[in-house]
């Protein structure tokens, strides 16, 4: 009788051990394994937002332009861009042109810094008006300047209400942006120094 109890106590202490060391399963069933699908859903990561909520530029009607940077080669190359359609698509693509190519084959032709602080276009006339940067922050050389001056009127007149630009700088006519291109007065697009890519 004493080794029955003996044998039985012993069996108990053995599972005891078992289960608590893990390797005993130690399922619960339906109820715990939904339990461990409700965790695992609890710690799923969310879905991502842009895939499950539309943002407002799904909504916004957008047009392509040209800007006009440099080519590394002397001249002016146009980088297609597509932009929001606003009613002031110039002053839209002038912040365009200011925040430089993203193209890597194109360089910038405006100094870091450069903003635009106002533009207005009447009969033709579109007068751009710079901050102090696009001279201060100018590395000059002729052929510097002219691709400059020139990307900012080819950009412009791209658009079939402006003929002609004026530049100005902090909101005056200025005559020369590094000392050798004249722009005292509206100029016309050139069309000789754009290559292609």
């Keep these: ?25 130690r ?9 461990n699908a ?21 909504y916004v009607e957008k047009t392509t332009v040209a800007l006009y940077f440099s080519d590394g080669k002397g ?8 932009i929001p359609k606003v009613v002031g ?28 602080l106002d533009i207005d276009i009447r009969d033709g006339l579109c007068t751009a ?4 940067e696009l001279i201060n922050g100018h590395t000059g050389g002729s052929e510097s300047e002219y691709l400059t001056v020139y990307s900012i009127v080819n950009t412009l007149t791209q658009f079939g209400t402006v003929e002609n630009v004026q530049i100005k700088v902090d909101g005056k006519v200025t005559n020369t942006i590094a000392g ?18």
């Design 1 to 25: 009788m004493k080794s029955v109890v003996k044998f039985f106590l012993y069996l108990g202490l053995i599972s005891l051990i078992l289960y608590t060391s893990g390797c005993l399963n």
């Design 27 to 35: 399922s619960g069933g339906p109820q715990e394994e939904a339990q």
């Design 38 to 58: 409700i965790t695992l859903e609890r710690n799923a990561p969310p879905p991502a937002l842009e895939e499950t909520i539309p943002t407002l530029t799904d």
């Design 75 to 82: 001249g002016l190359a146009a980088e297609q861009r597509e």
């Design 89 to 116: 698509i110039a002053r839209e693509t002038m912040h365009q042109l200011c925040a430089g190519p993203e193209s890597g084959t194109l360089e910038p032709t405006l100094p870091a810094g450069t903003a635009l």
């Design 129 to 132: 008006d710079f901050n102090s």
């Design 180 to 197: 050798h291109v004249d722009v005292a007065a509206p100029l016309f697009r050139d069309d000789n120094i754009i290559k292609a890519l």
